[in-house]
């Protein structure tokens, strides 16, 4: 089993970023979970399909892109995902050039977690149309895939049509996509990608979740989830009876800020599971 550390509501403060990267990696985590968030109005009619809330424009809320480039830059083994980066709100030409970049950079150890987005009052601040977010997800996955693997690429879709586009340099090893989402045609895009990153589903919730993705990935599809519970053996192993790979971990919780010293006797604390 993968042991991910979540790093979402957080600062932007290089040392403390780095830290955490250094220490996450000397404790064994595979790697770190990085959420996605740019800018939300005040009133919003969005709510976060599990929590049911909004989100306060005011907590944190991390820039993935840069933050995983800063801890990669002080680590070697560590790996990277984001959970999830927006596609809803954002172009796949810009997203392709980025993900290429920290591919690269991070030599492999960055995968690109996305999902259309639940929070439409951003997508539309942002100045894309939240009706669309879905169909766009799609082609941004084909005209990313195709920018990667070939010199020039041409596409025509609903949404994005070009001919003879080049993104170079391509990346040398091409990023693992996973979709976010628990609804069915999110698992369906998950199964048709490297796998599904999952939100704190109980037990219950997970089971027929994973086996229509089983069923439609003929078992390939990868599966991240973030912890529902405390880890124990018994939690473990539901887990990794379902055939997930790795949990991400929240060793403190809220969106207040923490201290450095106490979020990394938390990550110590957490990591004492596996190091016993």
Sequence with gaps: MEFWLA??????????????????????????ALSD?????????????VRGIPYDPRTPNIE???????????????????????????????????????????DNRFALGITPGWNTDEISLLGHNPATRGKRLLESIEVMQGLWHNELFSYQGEHYHF???????RPAQAPAIYIGGNSPIAIR?????????????????LEPLLASLDAQSG?????????????SDRYLGQLQALGVKGVVLMPWAGSAP????????AMQKAAAFWRA
Excluded: C
């Excluded at 040392?15 to 404790?27: D, K, N, S």
């Excluded at 999830?84 to 796949?92: H, L, N, W």
């Excluded at 989830?225 to 880890?231: C, F, G, N, R, S």
């Design 37 to 49: 968030h740019v800018a939300l109005p005040l009133e919003q009619v969005s709510r976060h399909p």
């Design 189 to 205: 895009r998950a199964a048709a990608n490297a796998g599904w990153i999952g939100m704190n589903h109980s037990i219950a919730e």
């Design 64 to 106: 993935p892109m840069t933050t995983a480039a800063t801890m990669a830059a002080v680590t070697s083994q560590l790996k990277f995902m984001t959970y999830a980066y927006v596609m809803g709100m954002r172009d796949p030409f810009t997203v392709a050039k980025q993900a290429a970049a920290l591919a690269d950079l991070s």
């Design 258 to 265: 923490v201290a450095l010293e106490q979020q990394i006797t």
């Design 7 to 32: 790093w979402f509501h957080e600062s932007n403060k290089g040392a403390q970023v780095r830290a955490i990267a250094t220490e996450a990696e000397r404790l064994g985590y595979s790697g770190v």
């Design 219 to 231: 078992g390939r599809a990868e599966k991240y989830v973030i912890a529902a519970e405390p880890l």
């Design 163 to 169: 001919r003879d586009v080049g993104l170079a340099p």
